[in-house]
Nanobody, 111 residues
């Protein structure tokens, strides 16, 4: 059974940084399509960043240049480094591996 657990969310001021983590059990990130998604209040869940099976990283236009997705295969962890955060980055962030989702972690960007 695949389980994903996100952590690292919180309240941060505009311009600040956060690093989200996603721990996996029951499977590995290696060789799979993996990604981070977010859902803002009243909006649909959207892709933030992903890594393809070939190792290509893809980012939503709104986060390109500010966010970095990475995987540590040794630790079986996935990360999302978020810099220069904006209020519009506020939402619940979810990690996804194959068809499994984590429970989400709240990110709030506000002064």
């Amino acid at each position: 059974q695949v389980q994903l657990v996100e952590s690292g969310g919180g309240l941060v001021q505009p311009g600040g940084s956060l690093r989200l983590s996603c721990a996996a059990s029951g499977t590995t990130f290696s060789g799979n399509i993996v990604g981070w998604y977010r859902q803002a209040p009243g909006k649909q869940r959207e892709l933030v960043a992903m890594i393809t099976t070939g190792g290509t990283t893809i980012y939503a236009g709104s986060v390109k240049g500010r966010f970095t997705i990475s995987v540590d295969n040794g630790e079986n962890m996935m990360y999302l480094q978020m810099n220069s955060l904006k209020p519009e980055d506020t939402g619940i962030y979810y990690c996804k591996l194959k068809l499994s989702w984590g429970q989400g972690t709240q990110v709030t960007v506000s002064s």
